[in-house]
T-cell receptor
């Protein structure tokens, strides 16, 4: 199963873009990259996912490198409510499509 | 859409008793449900995967006789922690997936905090 590596923690000023990196160097060609976030004592919330192309939705943008070995989640204008743990996940494509969670990045948005 | 609920949200029980946690997909049919546990300041650890109508698949190191999983319908899965002990105290989270949905993403419930005295 592909593993992900993320920085343990990051700070970001309110209103600025938050760029959260993730390494997944052992990713296979048909494995998707998913991003979720977890606010304290809640279930994870889906943010975005992608395979090869960059993706954008109302919450964030996902930039995947051409070799697919790393990606960056971008929150364009971070707010205090974006303070959470952000998980980058490579979804297993065979069988049950399970997620293997890494340690995540604890993002703190500062006023 | 894609709402997943869990019940109860919080439970306290005595050591040696069994506790059942329900996970429901409210507005879609979940072909697969997953159960995770999370200790304080740690990441989510997958415990098992269940498909409707079949036996759950447990991750390595998870005792299937201690953590009983039943996925009797496309909207309900239950996790029973049998003979609970203080070391079973944790945050239990379920997720549900509909393979027909966008990208097969998982939708997570709000979690159940179990405290065993």
């Amino acid at each position: 199963d592909a593993k992900t590596t993320q920085p343990t923690s990051m700070d970001c000023a309110e209103g600025r873009a938050a760029n959260l990196p993730c390494n997944h160097s052992t990713i296979s060609g048909n494995e998707y990259v998913y991003w979720y976030r977890q606010i304290h004592s809640q279930g994870p919330q889906y943010i975005i996912h992608g395979l090869k192309n960059n993706e954008t939705n109302e919450m964030a943008s996902l930039i995947i490198t051409e070799d697919r070995k790393s990606s960056t989640l971008i929150l364009p204008h971070a707010t205090l409510r974006d303070t959470a743990v952000y998980y980058c996940i490579v979804r297993v494509t065979s069988g049950t499509y399970k997620y293997i969670f890494g340690t995540g990045t604890r993002l703190k948005v500062l006023a | 859409g894609a709402v997943v609920s869990q019940h109860p949200s919080r439970v306290i029980c005595k050591s040696g008793t069994s506790v059942k946690i329900e996970c429901r997909s409210l507005d879609f049919q979940a072909t697969t449900m997953f159960w995770y546990r999370q200790f304080p300041k740690q990441s989510l650890m997958l415990m098992a995967t269940s498909n409707e109508g079949s036996k759950a698949t447990y991750e390595q190191g998870v005792e299937k006789d201690k953590f009983l999983i039943n996925h009797a319908s496309l909207t309900l899965s239950t996790l029973t922690v049998t003979s609970a002990h203080p070391e079973d105290s944790s945050f239990y989270i379920c997720s549900a997936s509909n393979r027909g949905g966008r990208g097969n993403e998982q939708f997570f419930g709000p979690g159940t905090r179990l405290t065993v005295l």
